[in-house]
C-alpha cells in the first residue's frame, strides 16, 4: 500500500509517498529532497511528533505574555495536555530568550524555552 | 524643521530593514533605520510560530527569535534604529525624505535609500461582500496581534476566510486557546498557504477546509451573529442551492497582502504584477540611489529571503554611497508562459543571483526555461501559492531579453 | 424657557446650535452613542445646486438657501467644504434636453450661473468621463463636505454655547396636556419639556406619533455605496451625475473632501419595519458599480476600500414636513431625505426666525455672548508642516503617528476622546483615522488602547459602535 503525506519539517513541504507493507511496516519513502524527510515519514506512522510553540502568561512584565516552544518535537498525543499545563502556568519577568520555562515538560524529554525576551515593567 | 545628513537610511524595520540595515552598518557608512511603530521587527512579533530562519540560520526559529537575532547582529540598535518615525514623503528630486516624530518634522538627506517597507493585509471590507457592517471582522494579523501580544481572543467562534500561511496559523492558534474554530473557507480549488500549514494547522487539528468556497453573505446587527458561506464555480460565481448558514461570531481574514508603496510609487518604475518596484540583482529601482527589499517588492513567502533580499540592498546601497561604480542592468526578463510574481526584472549579469518567481497556475511536473531552453526542472508540484527560487548564473548564453517560461513537461 | 431637539443628525445638530443663539435651555437627545449616527452618517455627501428639486417644494425652497449658507457655515464651524461644482450628464438627444429644463428649473429656484457644456468642453475639464457624454449640466456652486462632521461641529459649538446633550438615551414618549407639549419620557428618565423639535430622522414618524400627530409616515430608502481610494484623487473633479429619473438623483461619482471616490447610491424601497437594514446586497453594488463605471469607464474596482448603505428617511409625496403641529409646542422636521444636507442650515433658521415667533408666538431674545466660532481637531493633511512642527512642540502626541493611511496622530485621537469619542467609529468619524485603505488593520488596536487608557475602561468594554458590538472578549492568559 502506497500512503502519501507532505512532509512539515520545513516551509518547502515535500510530498512523500510511503510504501508500506503487510502489518504496516515501512517499505519505502520517496519525494524528498532531504534526509528529514524519512525521519518525518517515519515518525509520521509510528508517533508522530511536533514542535509546539505557545504564549505563557509573563508577572510584571513590559509584556504581558512570552512566546516560548518546545525545544523538540513532543508526542502530538500529548499536545491537549501539555497545552492545558501551559495555560495555568505564570513566570515572573524579566525573561530571556533561550531561558528554560518548564524542563522535560510532562516527562516528554523536551524544554519549554522563552522565545523572546520580556524586561521587567519600569 | 531639522535637517540630517545620513549615508544609508532605510525605511521600515522589518526582516529586511534590519538585514539592510546590518549590512549596510558593517560597511562603516553611516546608517539609520526608521521605523513608524514602536520597536522594530514588523509582523516577526507576533508570529510567535516557527517555521522562520531554516536558510538563513540553518535552524527552525519563531519570529521573536529570528527578530532578537538581527537586533542582536545590528548590535547598537539605539544608534541606528529610530522608532515611532513616520515618513510622510519622499522628495526625489532633492533627495530629501520628511518624516514626522515626535521631535517635529525632520528631513533627512541621504546619499541613499533602502525602501522596506512591507505590505499590508487586504482588508475583508475591500472583497465588497454583501451584507451587515459588523464588529468582529478581522484580518488575520491583526487577530494574531490581538492574541499574541495584546493577549486578548478575538471572539467565541470563528471561521477563517482565505486559507493564506497567516489564516492557517490563526485557526490554529485560535483553536489552541480555545476558541471554536469551525472552518477555513479558499474561494480557489487550492489552499493559498504551504501545504506544510495546511497538514500542521488543520489536519492535526480536524479543523475543516472548504475549497472554491467563500463567504456570501455577513449577517449581524452590531456584533457578528453568522455567514452565509457557499460554493463557488471555476468563476467565482456563487453556486445557488450550496448556500450554509454558519453561526460565528468573528471573522478572521486572511485574503491577501498588499506591497506597501504610496512613498515611491508615483517616481519610481512599477511592476503590476508584483505591485512593486521593478529591481534588479542589486535590488536598485529605477533611480539609482533608491532601492528595495523584501514584501513591498513582491510578497515572498519566507522571511529568509526577504532578509536575503535586505542584505542585497544594504550592500550595494552603502557600495553605491562609498562611491564604488556599480554596473548597469544589462539583462531583462520578460514574462512569458505561467509566469505570475518575478523579480529582479533586470539584471546586471555580474555575478550569480537568486531569482523568485510564482507560476501562475499549478503543474504537476515543470519545467523553467530561460528563452525556450530548460534552467530546471520540477518531478513535484509547483503551485502560485509556493515561490520557487533559483539562482542564476551562466550569463554568457543568454541573450539581453530572457523569455521566462514555466511550462508543463512530461 | 426648554426646548428639546429630539434627533443628532444634520438637522437637529444645526437647528441645536441655531436655538443656543437664544435665551433658551436647549437640550438635544439621541437614542444613538454619538452624534449623526443615523442618516447622516451614510449618504452621497454632497451639498446640492439646488436646481433639480420641484419649484414649489418646500425642498426647493431650502435647498437653493441653505446652499448659500454653507460657506459662512463652515467657516465658523471649521468644517471642510469644497465648492467643487457637479455635472449632470446627458447621453442621449432626449437627456440634452431635460438638461435645458433643469437648467430652467434652477433658475425659477433661485439658482444662478447654470451652464450647459459641450462635450468638448466638458472633456477639457474632467477627461476622464464616457467619451459618449453628449452635453453637462455645470452647477459651480454644488459641494461636497463631511455630514457627520458638521453635525458634530454644530452640536459642540452648542455645547459651548449651553446646549445640554444626551446621547445614548431613546425617548419613550411625549406627555401632552392641553393640546400643548408638556413632557418627554425617555429610558433613562423625564423632563419637562415646552418645545419639542422632532428631528427624528427615520423615526420621525415614531416620535409625532407620540405626540399625537401623526399625519405621515416615513419610509426607508435605502442606498449602497463603494469608497475607493484616496489614491484615485483627481478621477473627477467635481460630482458627477447622470440624467436623474423620476425616483431619484441616480448613481453618482463624487470626489470626497479626503481625496477618495464615492460611487452611489441606488435606490431601494424597503418597508417601513425595516428602518435598521443597512445591508448591502450583491445586487446593490453591482448596480453601484455599473452605474458609475458608465459615467467614468476606467474606474478600477480592485481600488475599492469598502462598501456601505444608508438610508433616506422618503415621505409620500417625497417632500420635506417642516413646521408647526396642531400641538403647541411640537414641531415637526421630517422627511428630511435629499437635498437635506444642503437644506438644514435654512431649516434651521427657518425654525428660529419663523415657525417659534409666527407659528408659535414666541419672542425669542438673543444672548449677547453666543461664540459663533468652534475649531476642528487639527489634522496633519491639512496643516502646513511648520504649523504641524509647533503643534508637536506644544504635545508630542501629535508626532505619534497612529493612523498610517490617513496620517493621524495619537494627539488627534486623544483631543476626539476629549470631545467626546468613546468608540472606535467615533474616534474614526472625528479623526479619519481607520478609515484608509487598511480598514483599521494597523491601527485599531493602538485606538482601542488609547481609548482604554484615556477612559480608563477596559478594552473588553470599548464598542465598535453600539453597545453590542464589542470588539475583544477577554484575556487569552487571565
Known amino acids: 500500500m502506497i500512503k502519501k503525506l507532505t512532509c512539515i519539517s520545513c516551509p518547502i513541504g515535500c510530498e512523500l509517498s510511503v510504501t508500506l507493507g503487510e502489518n504496516g511496516k515501512i517499505l519505502k519513502i520517496e519525494g524528498n529532497r532531504c534526509p528529514r524527510g524519512v525521519d518525518y515519514a517515519t515518525n509520521e506512522f509510528t508517533d508522530p511528533k511536533r514542535i509546539l510553540t505557545i504564549s505563557v502568561r509573563v508577572e510584571e512584565g513590559e509584556m504581558e505574555l512570552v512566546s516560548t516552544r518546545t525545544d523538540k518535537p513532543i508526542p502530538k498525543k500529548k499536545l491537549n495536555e501539555i497545552i492545558e499545563y501551559i495555560k495555568k502556568l505564570r513566570v515572573n519577568a524579566p525573561v530571556k530568550r533561550g531561558d528554560i520555562i518548564v524542563e522535560n515538560i510532562l516527562e516528554t524529554g523536551s524544554n519549554l524555552v522563552a522565545t523572546r525576551t520580556v524586561n521587567k515593567k519600569d | ?410 | 424657557m426648554r426646548v428639546f431637539v429630539i434627533g443628532a443628525g444634520i438637522t437637529g445638530s444645526l437647528i441645536t446650535r441655531e436655538l443656543s443663539k437664544y435665551d433658551l435651555e436647549v437640550h438635544v437627545i439621541d437614542k444613538a452613542p454619538d452624534i449623526g449616527w443615523g442618516v447622516t452618517k451614510a449618504n452621497s455627501a454632497i451639498v446640492h445646486g439646488g436646481y433639480d428639486d420641484p419649484p414649489g417644494s418646500v425642498r426647493a425652497q431650502f435647498a437653493a438657501l441653505g446652499n448659500k449658507m454653507y460657506d459662512e457655515l463652515s467657516n465658523e464651524l471649521d468644517f471642510d467644504f469644497i465648492r467643487t461644482g457637479s455635472y449632470v450628464v446627458a447621453f442621449k438627444e432626449e437627456d440634452v434636453e431635460y438638461l435645458k429644463e433643469l437648467k430652467k428649473r434652477g433658475v425659477k429656484n433661485g439658482v444662478s450661473n447654470l451652464e450647459i457644456l459641450t462635450s468638448e468642453e466638458l472633456k477639457n475639464r474632467e477627461p476622464n468621463l464616457n467619451k459618449d457624454i453628449k452635453a453637462a449640466l455645470w452647477c459651480p456652486t454644488a459641494g461636497i463636505t463631511e455630514p457627520w462632521e458638521v453635525s458634530i461641529a454644530a452640536i459642540e459649538n452648542a455645547k459651548d454655547n449651553g446646549a445640554i446633550v444626551h446621547l445614548d438615551e431613546k425617548v419613550l414618549d411625549i406627555i401632552v396636556q392641553n393640546q400643548k407639549v408638556k413632557k418627554i419620557l425617555t429610558d433613562k428618565g423625564e423632563y419637562n419639556a415646552d418645545i419639542i423639535i422632532n428631528a427624528a430622522g427615520l423615526f420621525a414618524d415614531e416620535i409625532a406619533k407620540m405626540a399625537g400627530v401623526a399625519d405621515f409616515e416615513i419610509f426607508p430608502r435605502k442606498g449602497e455605496y463603494i469608497l475607493l481610494d484616496k489614491k484615485l484623487k483627481g478621477l473627477v473633479n467635481a460630482v458627477i451625475f447622470p440624467t436623474p429619473t423620476k425616483k431619484s438623483k441616480g448613481i453618482l461619482v463624487v470626489p470626497t473632501v479626503d481625496g477618495g471616490i464615492l460611487l452611489g447610491p441606488n435606490a431601494v424601497d424597503l418597508p417601513k419595519d425595516q428602518k435598521n437594514n443597512l445591508e448591502t446586497t450583491k445586487e446593490g453594488l453591482n448596480e453601484v458599480y455599473e452605474k458609475s463605471k458608465a459615467l467614468v469607464p476606467s474606474i478600477d474596482i480592485s481600488y475599492s476600500v469598502k462598501t456601505f448603505a444608508g438610508l433616506r428617511p422618503e415621505t409620500k409625496n417625497k417632500d420635506f414636513i417642516i413646521g408647526a403641529t396642531k400641538i403647541w409646542g411640537f414641531i415637526n422636521v421630517a422627511g428630511i431625505r435629499s437635498p437635506g444636507l444642503t437644506a438644514a442650515p435654512a431649516i434651521a433658521k427657518y425654525i428660529t426666525e419663523k415657525v417659534i415667533p409666527e407659528d408659535l408666538g414666541l419672542n425669542l431674545s438673543k444672548k449677547s455672548n453666543f461664540n459663533p466660532f468652534r475649531k476642528r481637531i487639527p489634522h496633519l493633511e491639512e496643516t502646513n508642516l511648520e504649523e504641524w512642527e509647533k503643534i508637536v512642540k506644544k504635545d508630542p502626541r501629535f508626532g505619534r503617528t497612529v493612523c498610517f493611511c490617513n496620517n493621524v496622530s495619537e494627539g488627534e485621537i486623544v483631543e476626539a476622546i476629549k470631545r467626546g469619542a468613546k468608540t472606535l467609529d467615533g474616534v474614526k468619524f472625528r479623526t479619519r483615522a481607520s478609515f484608509g485603505r487598511c480598514q483599521g488593520g494597523f491601527c485599531s488596536l493602538k485606538i482601542l488602547e488609547i481609548i482604554s487608557r484615556e477612559l480608563s475602561i477596559p478594552l473588553e468594554e470599548i464598542k465598535q459602535n453600539y453597545k453590542n458590538s464589542w470588539i475583544v472578549k477577554g484575556k487569552v492568559r487571565p
Open chain 2, 1 to 410: 524643521m531639522r535637517i540630517e545628513k545620513v549615508d544609508v537610511l532605510i525605511i521600515g524595520g522589518g526582516a529586511a530593514g534590519l538585514a539592510a540595515a546590518i549590512e549596510a552598518k558593517n560597511t562603516g557608512v553611516k546608517t539609520l533605520l526608521l521605523e513608524r511603530d514602536r520597536n522594530t521587527g514588523g509582523v516577526l512579533n507576533q508570529c510567535i510560530h516557527n517555521g522562520f530562519g531554516l536558510h538563513v540560520f540553518k535552524e527552525e526559529l519563531t519570529g521573536p527569535e529570528f527578530m532578537e537575532r538581527l537586533w542582536e547582529e545590528l548590535g547598537n540598535l539605539d544608534e541606528i534604529i529610530r522608532n515611532n518615525y513616520t515618513v510622510l514623503k519622499i522628495d526625489h528630486i532633492n533627495r530629501e525624505v520628511i518624516t514626522l516624530s515626535e521631535e517635529g518634522i525632520v528631513v533627512f538627506k541621504p546619499k541613499a535609500l533602502i525602501m522596506a517597507t512591507g505590505a499590508r493585509e487586504r482588508p475583508l471590507n475591500a472583497l465588497r461582500i454583501p451584507g451587515s457592517r459588523v464588529a468582529g471582522v478581522y484580518t488575520a494579523g491583526v487577530a494574531q496581534k490581538m492574541v499574541n501580544i495584546y493577549n486578548r481572543l478575538p471572539g467565541n467562534r470563528v471561521l477563517i476566510v482565505g486559507s493564506g500561511d497567516i489564516g492557517l496559523i490563526m485557526a490554529r492558534r485560535l483553536k489552541i486557546e480555545g476558541m471554536d474554530v469551525l472552518g477555513v473557507v479558499e474561494i480557489m480549488p487550492e489552499p493559498g498557504g504551504l501545504i506544510r500549514n495546511v497538514v500542521q494547522c488543520l489536519e492535526d487539528f480536524n479543523i475543516p477546509l472548504w475549497l472554491s468556497h467563500t463567504v456570501f453573505k455577513i449577517h449581524g446587527k452590531e456584533r457578528l451573529e453568522g455567514v452565509t458561506i457557499g460554493k463557488v464555480d471555476e468563476n467565482f460565481n456563487p453556486i445557488p442551492g450550496t448556500e450554509r448558514y454558519i453561526e460565528v461570531d468573528t471573522l478572521v481574514a486572511s485574503v491577501g497582502l498588499i506591497p506597501q508603496n504610496e512613498l515611491i510609487e508615483n517616481f519610481v518604475e512599477m511592476d503590476p504584477i508584483n505591485r512593486g518596484p521593478v529591481i534588479d540583482d542589486l535590488m536598485r529601482t529605477s533611480i539609482e540611489w533608491i532601492f528595495a527589499a523584501g514584501n513591498n517588492v513582491a510578497i515572498h513567502d519566507l522571511v529568509d529571503f526577504v532578509y536575503e533580499e535586505g542584505k542585497i540592498a544594504g550592500r550595494n546601497a552603502a557600495k553605491y554611497v562609498l562611491g564604488e561604480k556599480l554596473p548597469k542592468p544589462k539583462y531583462i526578463f520578460k514574462r512569458g508562459n505561467n509566469v505570475g510574481v518575478l523579480l529582479p526584472q533586470r539584471f546586471t549579469g555580474k555575478e550569480p543571483f537568486k531569482m523568485y518567481l510564482r507560476p501562475k497556475k499549478s503543474l504537476e511536473k515543470s519545467a523553467i526555461l530561460f528563452s525556450g531552453k530548460v534552467v530546471r526542472k520540477f518531478n513535484w508540484k509547483i503551485r502560485p501559492s509556493e515561490m520557487i527560487d533559483l539562482v542564476v548564473r551562466n550569463f554568457e548564453s543568454l541573450p539581453n531579453e530572457v523569455l521566462v517560461e514555466v511550462n508543463k513537461i512530461d
